[in-house]
């Protein structure tokens, strides 16, 4: 198995900043995209932002210019800056990572558990 553990989350004022981290451990033999979800209170979960493991990055559009995403390869990590936070950015913030457990294996997803970013007005 591997799990995500997702640290980072909290209050803030609009207009204000926060930085989301995923780490990743287990039996992983290689990481390709990693990133993160959110899902809001009575929203449908929407992807935030993605990175692959050349570093290609990938953002909602609802979020560009806004949030960053990066990864520490070498620590299977992901992190998510978050600038210029809105109150409509609240929600609880999954992180996933798509890897394999052998060079020949099947690519399969792991979810963190979330946390949850509350973005006061």
């Known amino acids: 198995q591997v799990q995500l553990v997702e640290s980072g989350g909290g209050l803030v004022q609009a207009g204000g900043s926060l930085r989301l981290s995923c780490a990743a451990s287990?039996?992983?033999?290689?990481?390709?995209?990693m990133g993160w979800y959110r899902q809001g209170p009575g929203e449908q979960r929407e992807r935030v932002a993605t990175?692959?493991?050349?570093?290609?990055?990938i953002y909602a559009d609802s979020v560009k210019g806004r949030f960053t995403v990066s990864r520490d390869n070498a620590k299977n990590t992901v992190f998510l800056q978050m600038n210029s936070l809105k109150p409509e950015d609240t929600a609880v913030y999954y992180c996933?990572?798509?890897?394999?457990?052998?060079?020949?294996?099947?690519?399969?997803?792991?979810w963190g558990q979330g946390t949850q970013v509350t973005v006061s007005s």
């Open positions: 287990g039996s992983i033999f290689s990481i390709d995209a």
């Open positions: 996933y990572a798509y890897y394999t457990k052998s060079s020949v294996g099947a690519t399969l997803t792991s």
């Open positions: 990175c692959s493991r050349s570093g290609i990055k």
